[in-house]
């Protein structure tokens, strides 16, 4: 999956940028206050994708 679309995704499951750290970008999901750190590749793979938003607490995209 592209980044610039998982981005998109965990802002409209009400995650927000929380920080950036080295080579992640910290995202927080506001509704559990849940932590988790996003890759900044072009391309990130569907296990990781999934990985994340279950960190998060999230259904993962289809």
């Given at each position: ?8 995704y ?18 927080k ?30 259904e993962?995209?289809?």
């Amino acid at each position: 999956m592209k980044r610039r679309e998982f981005i998109r995704y965990l802002a409209d499951h009400e995650c927000v940028l929380s920080r950036e750290a080295g080579k992640y970008s910290i995202f927080k999901n506001s509704a559990n206050g849940q932590e988790v750190p996003v890759t900044r590749h072009n391309e990130i793979a569907e296990f990781t994708v999934k990985k994340i938003c279950r960190s998060l607490g999230i259904e993962p995209p289809h």
